[in-house]
């Protein structure tokens, strides 16, 4: 892929906003694997094109464009791009190549043919389109009176390590080509063969970098052949595999020269590759810049709500998982073949959104039928509702899960068999009929009684406790004794409580070691005493909650009924309406690091005490819905400035004109 003109295209990109994305979304065509689109309209109202212009003119984006452009500009205003519609970005992937392409609608009355890609080739109108294409030819472009249209892309190098597939197109995989367990060299690759890759290559204008290495490999050529003659002759020793070593000194292998023709075979590899990228993409480019199947109607990859920065469209996750791994290792190491393996995740949304001073990056993912069963059954939970009495007045973070075990315990056969048993290979079948076992032998509803599934942890504050410490005193003769010393620390106290209906087991453990003196019961509290570093735990069973804490005070005014619940609304909405919860008071970092005596760089020291006026930091999961999950996480910023995106860029102005030096 052409990385040259990146920056350039970003930057284009960044500036194009949304209005009538209609036009635009028609140019995506329908087999995308994900499409990026960028609301800049929401960005530059929300942030002013003004401060947009000064944190791009330091980050230095607008001298990074100049090589690429025929005149110099200085904020976003002198591009040609119309500032009322996205702009949106796009990859096709096949088994042999992906293409990125880049949508940008344009100005009444633009200049791009006078501003732009001179450095590029003219090519033949089409359509009303003006054209180019880059030197290498691994990037096109159109562009008409509305539209920017760019499409570049690469091939995928595992592909052509195939034998048949370099076969077909004339490559040399050279000594391990094509996975042989052969060792085949090419005996016929001579100077002649040289000065063809040369000239080839200097007449494509392909890998110019490439053409001054080879005409110097071309004047070592009858050296190197001799080198090829040598090795040649040392694979074809009848090796002893009973002998510790073999004697080479007689071989002379000339490795450097062996270097070279590798690099010559490299080369002729990579200007075959490339001109055959070139000759794929100029196939290819009208049928992208006009595609009859498109995502115009498909609501999904628009934009409509100005809160909305950025949204990441995936028709397919299962798809783009899969495109991701390289099967062919995984299947020649591993015997493991997931050429069919699916997850059952089906299209995803993630959306960056501004909600004033908060940012939240939001996401909903689609499973299919099969997976949605499971996952209802996992999710027919309810939480304790007793559990809002015991939430702490103070505490520096907190989470929550609710999962139902039951559901947990019915539903893991199906997902051993879904997800891990395709990860056994041709032990496939072991696993799911130990899966099957596994269902006929458990008692899901007793197991679920002893614990339910719902679970919440609060992080309560910092609690101060004397430790003993070893210290040395020396006399004169520097005879030293030890002298044992007690000192203040601040150490973490946590608060877990879980539903068990059943909590016969968990008893009847404590009071086994009870009797091994490993574990004390005192009005009603089992006490695990302090171990090494460790503070210790104190368990109480209250009605049908487990208690489990470092602090002996709470659980006591638990076990007596005057703890005081804190009334905040907002932690007693969260555990009830969301299978899982976490939420850190980000202001208290401060205080907590200081506390903990937590050693801090100065590089980090201004971010640290940054913290002190944030807000909270949350992650959060909603319930099934349609057959879809949806997940949030969010960030409060602090409230000096207008909203959140003026912050962020102010906070970088001010880190840019302040850096901060290790």
């Known amino acids: 892929m052409n990385f040259k003109y990146l920056s350039l295209i970003a930057l284009a990109a960044f500036a194009s906003v949304q209005a009538t994305a209609q036009e635009l979304t028609k140019k995506i065509p329908s087999q995308a694997d994900f499409v990026v689109a960028i609301n800049n309209k929401a960005i530059v109202e929300h942030s002013s094109i003004e401060l947009l212009n000064e944190t791009l003119t330091k980050l230095g984006a607008f001298d990074k464009t100049r090589n690429n452009l025929d005149f110099s500009i200085k904020s976003l205003e002198e591009l040609d791009v119309n500032l009322d519609k996205q702009a949106f970005v796009y990859r096709t992937n096949t088994d042999s190549l992906y293409y990125i392409g880049v949508l940008i609608p344009l100005k009444a009355n633009h200049k791009v043919k006078e501003r732009m890609f001179s450095q590029f080739d003219v090519l033949p109108i089409y359509s009303g389109y003006e054209r180019r294409v880059s030197k290498d030819g691994k990037t096109q472009v159109a562009w008409n009176q509305e539209t920017l249209f760019v499409l570049t892309g690469d091939l995928h190098r595992n592909y052509f390590q195939m034998k048949e597939v370099a076969d077909r197109y004339g490559l040399d995989l050279g000594v391990y080509g094509g996975g042989s367990d052969s060792w085949l060299y090419d005996e016929t690759l001579s100077a002649a063969d040289t000065a063809v890759a040369v000239e080839a290559i200097a007449t494509e204008e392909v890998l110019p970098d490439t053409v001054n290495i080879l005409e110097e490999i071309s004047e070592a050529t009858a050296e190197a052949e001799i080198a090829y003659a040598d090795t040649a002759a040392l694979i074809s020793i009848d090796w002893d595999d009973d002998a510790d070593t073999v004697e080479t000194d007689s071989y002379d292998l000339e490795s450097d020269s062996l270097y070279l023709l590798s690099q010559i075979r490299e080369a002729k590899n990579d200007s075959l590759k490339n001109k055959l990228f070139g000759t794929w993409l100029t196939n290819d480019f009208n049928d992208y810049l006009d595609p009859k199947n498109n995502l115009g109607q498909h609501k999904a990859v628009k934009i409509a709500d100005q809160k909305h920065l950025l949204r990441v469209w995936i028709p397919n996750l299962d798809k783009l998982y899969q495109d991701a791994l390289p099967y062919d290792v995984l299947k020649m190491a591993y015997g493991v073949d997931l050429k069919n393996f699916k997850y059952g995740y089906e299209d995803a949304t993630f959306d960056l959104i501004q909600d004033q001073h908060t940012l939240k990056l939001t996401g909903t993912v689609g499973v299919d039928a099969e997976m949605a069963k499971i996952f209802k059954t996992l999710y027919n939970n309810t939480i304790n509702k007793k559990f809002s009495q015991y939430i702490p007045e103070n505490h520096l973070a907190y989470a929550s899960m609710n999962i139902s ?217 909603t319930h099934l819905h349609k057959n879809r999950f949806s997940g949030e996480f969010s960030v409060e910023l602090p409230k000096e400035d207008k909203n959140a995106l003026q912050y962020i860029l102010k906070h970088i102005l001010k880190n840019l004109d302040h850096p901060i030096k290790n």
């Open 405 to 621: 075990t039951e559901g947990y315990l019915k539903q893991l056969p199906a997902l051993i068999s879904r997800w891990y048993a395709p990860l056994a290979g041709e032990y496939a079948d072991v696993v799911t009929i130990a899966a099957t076992a596994l269902e006929i032998g458990l008692d899901e509803k007793s197991i679920g009684k002893v614990m339910k599934g719902d679970h919440v942890f609060f992080l309560n504050d910092l609690q101060k406790v004397t430790k003993d410490y070893v210290s040395y005193e020396y006399d004169d003769d520097y005879n030293y004794k030890e002298i044992t010393k007690t000192k203040d620390e601040y150490v973490p106290n946590f608060l877990w409580m879980f539903t068990s209906q059943d909590q016969r087991l968990y008893k009847k453990i404590l009071e086994f070691a009870v009797k091994k003196q490993e574990v004390s019961l005192e009005n009603g509290i089992y006490k695990i005493s302090e171990q090494k570093k460790l503070e210790p735990i104190y368990i109480l069973f209250k009605h049908d909650i487990v208690f489990v804490g470092s602090d002996l005070e709470q659980l006591t005014s638990i076990e007596q009924n005057r703890f005081k619940a804190s009334r905040n609304m907002k932690v007693k909405k969260d555990m009830s309406t969301n299978p899982f919860n976490m939420v850190v008071h980000t202001n208290a970092i401060p205080e907590v690091v200081s506390k903990l005596e937590i050693p801090v760089t100065a590089p980090l020291q201004q971010t640290l005490k940054d913290l002190s006026a944030y807000g909270d930091v949350q992650i959060k999961s």
